[in-house]
């Protein structure tokens, strides 16, 4: 069989870059491993997790977040087998979904292991290790990313006492005691998730504060808002060992800046350490394709490898590991191999943490506009002086702009608090658009709305807020 373009991968950089080609007029095959589409991020990643976070959101909210609304309803009660099936239907839904568009795209689709023999070449060996060799004037491998387990440390994931995101989304009852080793954005989320539920969370993480890339203020203040929530964290701490016991398992860890070792205790250990591409049984060395020094699929600007015709896009490529950024680069791909110009800019993607309050950026934190030596300006509004805001008892956090000092040109947007990942996409519409702090903050904002604290630090960038 024959087709313009095979996608090796059905994750969001695979599946959408199958819509957009056959949209562009392609034959379009996909293969892949999983019995259903949609990848890590639909079947294992960002829809569970975000099935799960809701759900748990309003159970801890039942608990303690409606009295003082004099909403008075008793004590919730916990059905974790109904929030799983809820968890569960919300995945069917999604990858059905895919499959719908699949069909209505006239996508073929083979479920099996796929393999790049070469120029135009891919086999894919089914479940019954039958052998069937298609023919493409383009393939591209989108095989995502894998848990990258901690680095040096031999850890054994059995996803039961052990476990990675895959696991943390599937316990089938409340941990007493989870410690999660990683304060990035899976160790913050499950974290936050088990924690509302009722356990009891410790978060370990090698640097001295949790999501090492964001902001730095932001990042200290939902240390703060986390810890307040009950989450202990312990910083610039090194898991050097993971082990069963009889009653779970410990973790062992010692000061970055040297010291004595620690160990804790707990009936469920997250390992949350990041992840690695999934470049494993694909036949690229046969194949000749080149990978970089992290092992992830080495491209050119059009997202082409070393091998004519062999493209890659989303985690199993360099930048972030973001499923938004997947779907661009699948998009800008089928773009690309239709004979246009098809583009991503990496410098506004958006970055969210679905945690409550949420966190949300797009563009450079201050931080790196330190490091970069750029001459910039920041402006501030907290949501406590938000009407909206107060209205909600959503008062925690804050919006800070970063614009150029000289252009007044908007260069990073960071917000923590209520709906942080929604609003953060006026900012990165702006910043498409290479607009200014004034014209954010001299955009009309509807009132009462949370968005006006975005106006309102925008105001705050280029002369004063009027609400402070
Ligand atoms: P991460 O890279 O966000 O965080 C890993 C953390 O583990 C880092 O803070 C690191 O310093 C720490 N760490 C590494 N070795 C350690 C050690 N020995 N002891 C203690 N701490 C150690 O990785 P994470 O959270 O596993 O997420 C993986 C990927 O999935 C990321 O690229 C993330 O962006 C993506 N993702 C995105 C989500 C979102 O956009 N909402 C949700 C979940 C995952």
């Known amino acids: 069989m024959s087709y313009d373009v095979i996608i090796i991968g059905s994750g969001p950089g695979g599946y959408v870059c199958a819509i957009k080609a056959a949209q562009l007029g392609m034959k379009v095959a996909v293969v892949e491993k999983r019995a259903t589409f949609g990848g890590t991020c639909l079947n294992i990643g960002c829809i569970p997790s975000k099935a799960l976070l809701h759900a748990s959101e309003m159970f801890a909210h039942a608990n303690h977040g409606m009295e003082s609304l004099g909403v008075e309803i008793g ?21 059905d979904g895919v499959a719908f568009l699949f069909k209505k795209n ?21 479940n019954d290790g039958k052998e069937t060799e298609l023919e493409a004037r383009n393939i591209v491998i989108a095989t995502g990313s894998d848990v990258a387990g901690i680095p040096g440390v031999e850890v054994d994931i059995d996803e039961k006492v052990i476990v990675s995101s ?26 936050s998730v088990w924690g ?3 356990a009891k969370v410790t978060v370990v993480e090698y640097l001295d504060k949790i999501l090492g890339g964001m902001d730095g203020e932001v990042a200290k203040q939902f240390q703060r808002i986390l810890a307040k929530q009950g989450m202990e964290f312990k910083v610039g701490a090194k898991v050097t060992g993971v082990e069963k016991s009889d009653k779970g398992a410990k973790v062992s860890f ?17 390992i949350a350490t990041g992840r690695k591409p999934f470049t494993e049984g694909l036949g690229l060395e046969d194949a000749g394709v080149v990978l970089d020094e992290r092992g992830r699929v080495r491209t050119d600007h059009h997202y082409q490898t070393n091998v004519p015709g062999v493209y890659a896009i989303g985690d199993v490529i360099a930048g972030p590991m973001l499923a938004h950024k997947a779907e661009d680069e699948g998009v800008a791909l089928a773009e690309i191999m239709a004979g246009q110009a098809g583009h991503v800019n990496y410098d506004v993607i958006p970055g969210v943490v679905y945690t409550q309050p949420e966190v949300a950026s797009v563009g450079k934190t201050e931080e790196e506009l330190k490091a970069d030596g750029v001459k910039y300006k920041s402006g501030k509004f907290p949501f406590s002086a938000n009407g909206r805001a107060r209205a909600m008892e959503a008062s925690d956090g804050f919006v800070k702009v970063l614009a150029d000092a000289e252009t007044d040109r908007v260069l990073g947007v960071h917000i923590i608090g209520f709906g942080a ?12 658009f290479g607009g200014s702090s004034e014209d954010l903050g001299r955009t009309c904002h509807a009132h009462p709305t949370m968005s006006e604290a975005v106006k309102e630090a925008a105001l705050a960038t280029f002369f004063k807020p009027i609400h402070l």
């Open 75 to 95: 004590k919730p009660k916990l059905n974790l087998e109904k929030m799983m099936a809820h968890k569960d239907a919300t995945v069917k839904s999604n990858v």
């Open 106 to 126: 006239k996508i073929d689709s083979f479920i099996g292991h796929g393999k790049v023999l070469g120029e135009g070449k891919i086999s894919v060996t089914d």
């Open 166 to 191: 895959t696991g943390a989304i599937a316990l089938n009852k409340v941990p007493e005691h989870i410690v999660v080793v990683g304060g990035g954005v899976i160790g913050l989320e499950m974290g």
């Open 196 to 198: 509302r539920l009722g």
């Open 254 to 270: 010692e000061p970055v800046k040297g010291g004595d070792t620690e160990t804790i205790n707990a009936d469920i250990v997250l």
């Open 421 to 432: 990942g929604e609003m953060i996409h006026e900012a990165a519409v702006l910043m498409e």
